[in-house]
């Protein structure tokens, strides 16, 4: 489990995601809303600007997957453990409140083990930037 790995899986399904957003945003809003509905022009440009994100963010994990304990890999560590705490967040509210269907569960375990990974390979690191 090093870096090397977890930015290699990280840019993989993030590249997955963000292309789902982007170009379907109408097949990701059926598997995760509980309406459907209510995907509308508005909450399509906010999904396929967060798509576009998702992508750059995943070009990102894969040019700093051979970074190792550099200021730029761990840079990229801390971003990855960061991103996915607020994202367990997100969808466990999303879930509760009946916004997401109980698919949004899987993002939050799926944010939960990215966030171990990280945050273990983060510490791993600590006063190791060369």
Same mark, same amino acid.
């Given at each position: 489990?090093?870096?090397?790995?977890?930015?290699?899986?990280?840019?993989?399904?993030?590249?997955?995601?963000?292309?789902?957003?982007?170009?379907?945003?109408?097949?990701?809003?059926?598997? /995760?809303?509980?309406?459907?509905?209510?995907?509308?022009?508005?909450?399509?440009?906010?999904?396929?600007? /967060?798509?576009?994100?998702?992508?750059? /963010?995943?070009?990102?994990?894969? /040019?700093?997957?051979?970074?190792?304990?550099?200021?730029?890999?761990?840079?990229?560590?801390?971003?990855?453990?960061?991103?996915?705490?607020?994202?367990?967040?997100?969808?466990?509210?999303?879930?509760?409140?009946?916004?997401?269907?109980?698919?949004?569960?899987?993002?939050?375990?799926?944010?939960?083990?990215?966030?171990?990974?990280?945050?273990?390979?983060?510490?791993?690191?600590?006063?190791?930037?060369?």
């Amino acid at each position: 489990m090093n870096a090397k790995n977890l930015f290699t899986f990280v840019a993989v399904v993030v590249s997955l995601f963000g292309l789902g957003l982007t170009f379907a945003p109408e097949f990701m809003a059926g598997q /995760y809303l509980t309406n459907p509905a209510w995907l509308n022009d508005g909450i399509k440009l906010v999904a396929q600007g /967060y798509g576009t994100q998702l992508i750059a /963010y995943a070009v990102a994990c894969w /040019y700093v997957r051979n970074a190792g304990s550099s200021l730029g890999g761990r840079a990229m560590l801390l971003s990855v453990l960061l991103s996915n705490l607020a994202l367990i967040v997100i969808h466990t509210l999303a879930v509760l409140n009946g916004v997401e269907k109980a698919t949004g569960w899987g993002q939050v375990l799926l944010a939960l083990v990215l966030v171990v990974w990280s945050g273990m390979l983060f510490r791993q690191t600590e006063g190791k930037v060369a």
